[in-house]
């Protein structure tokens, strides 16, 4: 079965520094890689998504993230933290199925 | 366009009582996928349905859990007799249909009803 992980339950930066969230997957082939951003109380957003061809993906909010088959990695990256980036972020993997598998989540808090 | 629309956003039960959550999913798509998430999890696939189809329900729990998408109307998440353990959040999302390696796979959540058993 496939599995994400999120390492970071919860990450701390300075508004204007950057960011680096890290995700992990677990699949044999190529997977569809996915993050979203879930405000609270909100339901979650498509930050940006990987299916195939570069392996850096651009997505909104000035957000970017790059495949790594050798690592099995999708990390999710902002070079200049806003405080309203503050969020729950999410990396789902649906390699080899409709259905997505969640990460667990990584709480983002950003300091003036 | 409007976006996956769900409602209550909050809805309050007493155990024992029936819970049903409604989605309507984006103009456009036919498919629909239930997700539940517990504080400080990821979400939980349950179920994934087409119009008047269970296509995958193998995160379902057994009892008390259902799911429907008629051919009109929003598609219904419905708890029977809860329990404490059912509070949780409760999220819809749906996609114009599955597919390999296209835009198709992108699944577009709503804003979720957060259930509270007391």
């Known amino acids: 079965a496939q599995s994400v992980t999120q390492p970071d339950i919860h990450i701390t930066v300075s508004e204007g520094a950057s960011l680096e969230l890290r995700c992990n997957y677990s699949?044999?082939?190529?997977?569809?890689l996915f993050w979203y951003v879930q405000s609270p109380g909100q339901g979650l957003q498509l930050l940006l998504k990987?299916?195939?061809?570069?392996?850096l993906v651009q997505g909104i909010k000035g957000f970017e993230a790059e495949f790594k088959r050798s690592q099995s990695s999708f990390n999710l990256r902002k070079p200049s933290v806003h405080w309203s980036d503050a969020a729950e972020y999410f990396c789902?993997?649906?390699?080899?199925?409709?259905?997505?598998?969640f990460g667990r989540g990584t709480s983002l808090i950003v300091h003036p | 366009n409007a976006g996956v629309m769900q409602n209550p956003r909050h809805l309050v039960r007493r155990r024992g009582q029936e819970a049903r959550l409604r989605c309507s999913p984006m103009k456009g798509h036919s498919h629909v996928y239930w997700y539940r998430q517990l504080p400080e999890e990821g979400l939980k696939f349950m179920v994934y349905l087409q119009k008047e189809n269970i296509i995958d329900e193998s995160g379902m729990p057994k009892e008390r859990f259902s799911a429907e998408f008629p051919k009109e109307g929003p598609s219904i998440l419905r708890i029977q007799q809860v329990v404490r353990g059912d509070s949780a959040a409760y999220f819809c999302?749906?996609?114009?249909?599955?597919?390999?390696?296209?835009?198709?796979?992108?699944?577009?959540f709503g804003p979720g009803t957060r259930l509270t058993v007391l």
């Open positions: 789902a993997s649906s390699g080899g199925s409709y259905i997505p598998t």
């Open positions: 999302a749906s996609s114009p249909r599955t597919g390999a390696g296209s835009n198709t796979d992108t699944q577009y």
């Open positions: 990987y299916f195939s061809g570069d392996t």
């Open positions: 699949y044999g082939a190529t997977p569809y």
